[in-house]
């Protein structure tokens, strides 16, 4: 199974932005959000408050090609907006590097993304399932 939850706050820079930055910032991630919309799930972008924000989510029987255009999508995001800041939780119980067992956590500051172990949900199995 590959399972997915993130969010992105989209903008421009870390600063004040004007409506035309913004406004810019939205069409920009929207246009790379964009390679998400035929797959299953949620890929929206939305602006709130006058906050743009992008919310994905899904799951599917294996990772395959679907798995990497999401995180690939989550950091051109932040390449696009380099402003940008949010969070991916990614669970690929067929990873090859032992992580199979664990959330693993993509972080977006600044535009720019990191990996980090999960220490909330993690490991699975025992934390949030039972092993039957």
């Known amino acids: 199974m590959f399972e997915y939850h993130g969010w992105v706050t989209v903008q ?3 600063g004040d932005e004007n409506d035309s930055e ?3 910032a939205r069409t ?3 246009a790379v959000l964009q390679a998400l919309q035929s797959a299953p799930g949620l890929a929206e972008i939305r602006t709130v408050n006058g906050v743009n924000q992008i919310h994905i989510a899904g799951c599917s029987n294996h990772k395959g090609s679907q798995g990497d255009q999401v995180i690939e999508v989550f950091a051109d995001i932040g390449r ?3 402003g940008s800041y949010g969070i991916l939780y990614v669970r690929d119980d067929e990873d090859s590097s032992g992580r199979e067992n664990e959330f693993q956590v ?3 500051r600044r535009g720019a993304v990191s990996s980090w172990r999960d220490e909330l949900l993690s490991p699975c199995i025992p934390v949030i399932e039972d092993d039957e």
Do not use: W
Request: net charge negative.
């Open 12 to 14: 421009s820079s870390t």
């Open 22 to 24: 913004s406004e810019a």
């Open 28 to 30: 920009a991630a929207a």
């Open 80 to 82: 696009v907006a380099p």
């Open 106 to 108: 993509t972080v977006m």
